[in-house]
T-cell receptor, first 110, second 117 residues
Framework: GQSLEQPSEVTAVEGAIVQINCTYQ??????LSWYQQHDGGAPTFLSY????GLEETGRFSSFLSRSDSYGYLLLQELQMKDSASYFC???????????FGQGTELSVKP | GAVVSQHPSRVICKSGTSVKIECRSL??????MFWYRQFPKKSLMLMAT?????????EQGVEKDKFLINHASLTLSTLTVTSAHPEDSSFYIC?????????????FGPGTRLTVT
């Protein structure tokens, strides 16, 4: 089967750095994606890692270690608007399907 | 960027009726679209993969006869919830695939909130 694990919730203060971890078990792994979803909204794409290492996009960075089946999303200089749910998702070779983790609810406090 | 729309954004229907939800890729052609449902505070659950010109591929546990999927063109897929019941109330989200191989990405629509009374 396929499964992903990530923390259910994380709390941090404005300006801080937070890391959301994701471990996965899957077959036919292509890469790991991260999505942000605000209440009532659709998921928006944040980043994608197909190879080991760190990908940086502005305040957000994502890391992947294929040998450890592990990745993380790093959010820097947190802002109140970053309060949302964050999902890791595995892309596999079965027609490009995405399998989502359970999501991490991030609360940013003043 | 790639834009995916869904219609309607919200729908309320009576138990026993059918509801059709449309998913359109506005600025690109998508041979594959995906349908998800999401319960409050829960993850996105893949329901089915919609392939243009062929039958949809349903995930285990999803009733094919209840959730009818049609992908008649490269820019439109529809999900019809037949004989809806209150337990079908959920947030339904579609996505459209673009690109190929490792560069393949999914772009999500804004979602449709279905309430069955």
């Amino acid at each position: 089967g396929q499964s992903l694990e990530q923390p259910s919730e994380v709390t941090a203060v404005e300006g801080a750095i937070v890391q959301i971890n994701c471990t996965y078990q899957t077959s036919g792994f292509y890469g790991l994606s991260w999505y942000q979803q605000h209440d009532g909204g659709a998921p928006t794409f944040l980043s994608y890692n197909a190879l080991d290492g760190l990908e940086e996009t502005g305040r957000f960075s994502s890391f992947l270690s294929r040998s450890d089946s592990y990745g993380y999303l790093l959010l820097q200089e947190l802002q109140m608007k970053d309060s949302a749910s964050y999902f890791c998702a595995v892309k596999n070779n079965q027609g490009g399907k995405l399998i989502f983790g359970q999501g991490t609810e991030l609360s940013v406090k003043p | 960027g790639a834009v995916v729309s869904q219609h309607p954004s919200r729908v309320i229907c009576k138990s026993g009726t059918s509801v059709k939800i449309e998913c359109r890729s506005l600025d690109f052609q998508a041979t594959t679209m995906f349908w998800y449902r999401q319960f409050p505070k829960k993850s996105l659950m893949l329901m089915a993969t919609s392939n243009e010109g062929s039958k949809a591929t349903y995930e285990q546990g999803v009733e094919k006869d209840k959730f009818l999927i049609n992908h008649a063109s490269l820019t439109l897929s529809t999900l019809t919830v037949t004989s809806a019941h209150p337990e079908d109330s959920s947030f339904y989200i579609c996505s459209a695939g673009r690109g190929g191989g490792a560069s393949y990405e999914q772009y999500f629509g804004p979602g449709t909130r279905l309430t069955v009374t």
